[in-house]
């Protein structure tokens, strides 16, 4: 057997598959199997305030790593986890929830156990969990270690979504075989499958007048962002980007369009969406979130929707092909047809033939939204990643310019408040030395998930925060105002003194003017050894229009009657 347990063994798969962090927090039933995992030490393990955080954290970190691993105590942890772990799946990336289970012998004993809803019954969380992930398996001997890990960690890998791995707590030190190779299964469809979408592709694109491409958010998790482009370049046509997309397509190429969201798309971008005879949709989610309360979904008979695994075409489907395979491969069979990038450089006057700068307004002045977004896209360079929490940040970091070569991240699907601050802890974790991050979290959002900052400082990541005090919940007050909307006001930049306690280098600001904001800024871009946090304060009803636009379609969607016969 040599010297591998099934500790260690999940612990080489860890580092196999490219991670070089796991979040964590220990329970009694995870002790051991904690133990195991650190002795391998090229993988950290990072502790969190809470499971909850941890499975953000992991997700955060798989958007910028490709995977994330989280590792729970039985029920109490695991239960946190689930809405971090749900999220992922939404958001199409893998998290591998390890959670310690019972002792083998406890079922078989009739015992009653601690952490349990008190039955003999110890299934249940993986019957919970089976609902939000891949895959999902319980180690119940330690022979079964192997197939079981390999298959979960597998699957996770290749549908890009997450598994769930339980692993009895008394076989965490059991020996186990040692493990082979490990290659990360990629998803791929049949030749003679492929061959046939592209040939339906080729011509329904050859046939149309105005075609035009529409990026969407599954280009990154498998692995076609590349493909995308070369398909794009090679028809020279107009392409616009799904919300949930954006900086999936550079905003500085010269065929990119804007953000297409229906009437709150990016100046000039939805009449030519409309114009076109056909759409080449690339990994798109059309929710009610993307397509404004279903206002903006393309019909079908103008939209070729290339999916992860499916082609639908306006009157055929082709199963069993892979999305960057499509996509490249169609790319070498179209001809150019710039007509819907004529018709927009036509209607705009160009590419930054859109918006109006927004004026600075001057050092004395209150803040304000603009004047603080005017300031975050001045901070933005190419690498640069602009992280959004749900709320009206969604909508002003929407319409921020990104530099080619930023980044932006945003849990659209998921849409989770409490998300940013655990999720921009593992980000950072993972993200690649000379990037730098930029969260904009709104204060009801930051008050479920604050005490990650602490682990921010602990780890001396060197972020910046914005935390937009609007006090309370702005997103909702404007689609439903209400005496729940309003919050308790804290001492945000209070809090970062808390956090440091007697080692942390975190720093928090006030900036209450633009004169401050610009200072604090200023400050945060040569503070080193930790994060700054600066609270924004602007006024409660200083939202951006999109968002009141947006918000009213939305709930018109969600008010429909239900529906007759
Ligand atoms: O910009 P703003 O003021 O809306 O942002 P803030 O202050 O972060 O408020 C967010 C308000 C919000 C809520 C309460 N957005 N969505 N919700 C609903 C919600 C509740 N619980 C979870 C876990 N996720 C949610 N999206």
């Not at 946190?80 to 772990?85: F, I, K, Q």
């Not at 398909?231 to 616009?240: N, R």
């Not at 060197?462 to 702005?474: A, F």
Request: net charge negative.
């Amino acid at each position: 057997m040599g010297d591998f347990t099934v500790g260690s063994y999940l612990a080489t798969r860890f580092e196999q598959i490219g991670l070089k962090h796991y979040f964590v927090v220990p329970g009694d039933y995870n002790l051991i199997l904690l133990d195991e995992l650190l002795a391998h030490e090229d993988i950290e393990q990072v502790g969190c305030c809470n499971e909850l955080n941890a499975a953000y954290a992991a997700e955060g970190y798989a958007r910028v790593n490709g995977c994330g691993a989280v590792v729970t105590t039985f029920n109490v942890g695991a239960f946190s986890a689930l809405n971090g772990v749900a999220g992922a799946y939404a958001e199409r990336l893998p998290v591998i929830l390890v959670s310690s289970g019972p002792n083998t012998n406890d079922a078989a004993a009739g015992h009653l156990l601690h952490h349990t809803i008190g039955t003999h019954d110890f299934s249940y969380q993986y019957e919970m969990f089976r609902h939000v992930t891949c895959a999902a398996v319980r180690v119940l001997h330690a022979d079964d270690a192997p197939s079981m890990i390999d298959h979960a960690i597998g699957t996770a890998l290749r549908e890009r979504k997450p598994a769930y791995i339980e692993i009895a707590c008394n076989l965490s030190d059991a020996p186990c075989p040692a493990p082979g190779p490990f290659e990360a299964p990629r998803w791929s469809g049949g030749s003679r499958a492929l061959d046939a979408a592209v040939e339906r592709a080729a011509a329904l694109i050859g046939r149309a007048k105005r075609p035009l491409l529409l990026a969407g958010v599954h280009l990154r998790s498998f692995g076609a962002v590349g493909a995308f482009r070369e398909l794009a370049e090679a028809l020279g046509c107009a392409v616009a980007v799904m919300p949930d997309a954006k900086s999936l397509f550079p905003e500085d190429h010269p065929q990119y369009i804007g953000i297409y969201w229906g009437g709150v798309s990016t100046p000039g971008c939805e009449p030519i969406v409309d114009w076109a005879d056909l759409i080449v949709a690339a990994g798109p989610m059309f929710t009610d979130y993307t397509t404004v309360g279903w206002t903006a979904l393309p019909p079908r008979e103008r939209l070729i929707d290339a999916q992860p695994g499916r082609v639908r075409f306006p009157d055929a489907e082709c199963t069993g092909v892979a999305l960057a395979d499509f996509l490249s491969t169609v790319g070498g069979k179209v001809s150019p047809n710039a007509a819907t990038l004529e018709q927009y450089r036509r209607e705009t006057g160009g590419p930054d033939g859109e918006a109006a700068p927004t004026p600075s307004a001057g050092p004395d002045s209150a803040l304000t939204r603009a004047e603080l977004w005017r300031q975050v896209e001045r901070e933005l360079d190419a690498k640069t990643t602009l992280l959004v929490e749900t709320g009206d940040s969604w909508f002003n970091g929407m319409y921020t310019r990104l530099p080619g070569g930023a980044r932006f991240e945003i849990e659209m699907q998921w849409g989770s408040i409490g998300w940013a601050v655990p999720a921009s802890f593992g980000y950072a974790m993972g993200l690649e030395p000379r990037r730098r991050l930029i969260s904009v979290i709104g204060d009801g959002s930051f008050q479920l998930t604050a005490q990650e900052v602490a682990n921010i400082i602990r780890h001396g990541r060197e972020m910046l925060i914005l935390l937009v005090n609007n006090r309370g919940y702005v997103v909702e007050s404007e689609i439903h105002d209400g005496p729940y909307n309003y919050i308790k006001n804290w001492d945000y930049a209070g809090l970062v003194a808390a956090w440091n306690a007697e080692d942390g280098h975190g720093l928090g600001l006030v900036a209450a003017t633009a004169g401050e904001l610009a200072s604090a800024v200023e400050r945060a871009r040569g503070h080193r050894g930790g994060p700054v946090l600066v609270e924004c304060r602007i006024e409660h009803d200083d939202c951006s229009r999109q968002l009141l636009e947006w918000g009213s379609k939305v709930a018109e969607a969600n008010a429909r009657p239900p529906h007759q016969g």
